[in-house]
């Protein structure tokens, strides 16, 4: 299975010539979603969810379908009737070949005086890969690759470094990072790989690495 960073929080997941995207935000690029097979998506939140960038992938390729949770496929379900899934925790399904599990209910806590919105998270291929989206989900399931969200006004150091210790993944690769300066990167790097107790990773958009 191939990986490609995208910016931010989207990525790209290809297998036996078929193409996976998960969560095609408005940080990411303009054609993020476009060349997907399928597309997933975490929560609500813009830099996660653009309903241009899904709209120009399902006009480009009748083929293309997505999964996602209730508040995002009520956005845009009506204009591609029966080519927009809903999923919550504890579902499975196959998109683009592709054996997915869900997992996780609630978007990290901002600040308590903002409600938190839903959030779920992708384990892809049996736990060889884990997007949890806008939250610190543990799934119960071993995980191979971590994609770990590193910077968000929701999580600070201690708690991106507690939670690569608690999923123990073989590897971690940066992802929700569109926020974090290069000025600050080295510092990430140096803490989460020392303390995380697995292999830290980064790429840089459009790098790839197969897993």
């Known amino acids: 299975m ?3 960073k995208k910016s931010h929080s989207c990525v ?3 297998k036996d010539g078929q193409v996976l995207v998960l969560d095609p935000g408005a940080f990411s690029e303009e054609d993020a979603a476009l060349g997907a097979d399928a597309v997933l998506v975490t929560h609500e939140h813009p830099d996660h969810f653009d309903e241009g960038r899904l709209r120009a992938a399902l006009e480009a390729d009748p083929a293309v379908e997505i999964w996602t949770l209730k508040s995002v496929a009520e956005q845009i379900s009506a ?3 029966g080519r927009v899934h809903t999923v919550g925790h504890g ?4 998109a683009a070949g592709f054996d997915v599990q869900v997992h996780g209910e609630l978007h990290a806590v901002i600040h308590p005086d903002i409600p938190r919105v839903t959030n779920v998270g992708y384990l892809v291929e ?5 997007h949890p989206g806008d939250a610190l989900t543990v799934p119960d399931h071993p995980v191979e690759t971590l994609m770990l969200p590193v910077m968000a006004p929701w999580n600070k150091i201690s708690e991106v470094i507690d939670y690569v210790r608690e999923v123990r ?3 971690a690769y940066d992802i929700h990072d569109a926020l974090l300066t290069d ?3 080295p510092v990430y790097d140096r803490q989460i790989g020392a303390l995380g107790g697995a292999e830290h990773l980064r790429l840089a958009p459009g790098g790839s690495a197969e897993l």
Do not use: I, Q
Not at 91 to 94: A, M, V
């Open 2 to 4: 191939k990986l490609t």
């Open 12 to 14: 790209r997941l290809e």
């Open 79 to 81: 204009a591609f009737p």
């Open 91 to 94: 579902d499975t399904f196959t």
């Open 126 to 130: 049996g736990g060889k890969l884990f």
């Open 169 to 171: 993944p073989r590897r």
């Open 183 to 185: 000025l600050a990167r």
